[in-house]
């Protein structure tokens, strides 16, 4: 496990190092088995990562990795995104893998495109058997980093209706994956061109997004 650890931590200081030359971090999309369409929104990391790289300057490369649940390069990315429409199934071996890059140092982003939410659920319960998602209270930091929302996550999409939720698995102290559910944050972020939602959703998506990128980055430190 401290193997894991350094390796994730390497990349994290990676991360911090953005001065003349330092080498861009990519963000990376979660492939993933079960028939789901884990490729939904092929614009949305692009646009985060040019987001965040002019408002929190970061160092992100707009082009994102992809990356199986179940493959060692997991553990080359410190922050993982998963969207769909459903149909998501684990392995054994794919659980195990997914528990030791969480529990390395890893953050999972899950962010329902509609229909994911009944296999969302059974899955993390098999990676993290013994907790539970937790709703996260509107004053958790996660809400509180260069952009503030007093009122949780904003809501993009209209879905069923209901307000977005934000639950999260937390890990011996630490938030490993958070969960947006009913808003649609993925969609939010893509060109605008793909769902024409009004610029103030569109803004205000990439603004929670930037929040997600800088908590994990600066406020989530993984226990020694």
């Not at 789901?36 to 614009?43: F, I, L, R, V």
């Not at 953050?107 to 996260?136: S, T």
């Amino acid at each position: 496990m401290r193997g894991i650890k350094q390796l994730l931590l390497a990349v994290f200081f990676s991360f911090l190092c953005i001065g003349a030359g330092a080498q861009s971090m990519k963000l990376a999309l979660l492939v993933y088995n079960g028939g789901g369409d884990w490729y939904a929104n092929p614009t949305s990391l692009k646009n985060l990562a040019i987001f965040c790289n002019e408002q929190l300057h970061t160092n992100l490369d707009p082009v994102e990795a992809h990356v199986e649940v179940g493959s060692p390069d997991i553990f080359n990315y410190p922050y993982v995104h998963m969207t769909g429409h459903g149909r998501w199934s684990l392995s054994d071996a794919e659980a195990q893998n997914l528990r030791k890059y969480l529990e390395g140092g890893g953050f999972l982003h899950i962010d329902d495109n509609y229909g994911l939410d009944v296999y969302v659920r059974p899955a993390l319960k098999k990676v993290f058997p013994e907790l539970e998602l937790v709703e996260l209270p509107f004053t958790y930091p996660i809400y509180h980093q260069k952009y503030n929302f007093p009122n949780g996550l904003p809501k993009i999409h209209e879905h069923d209706g209901g307000p977005p939720k934000g639950w999260g698995l937390i890990y011996k102290g630490r938030l490993v994956c958070f969960y947006s559910f009913d808003t649609d944050l993925g969609d939010g972020w893509e060109d605008f061109d793909v769902h024409r939602d009004p610029p103030e959703k569109h803004l205000a998506a990439l603004q929670m997004g930037a929040n997600l990128i800088q908590y994990i980055f600066m406020n989530n430190p993984v226990a020694p």
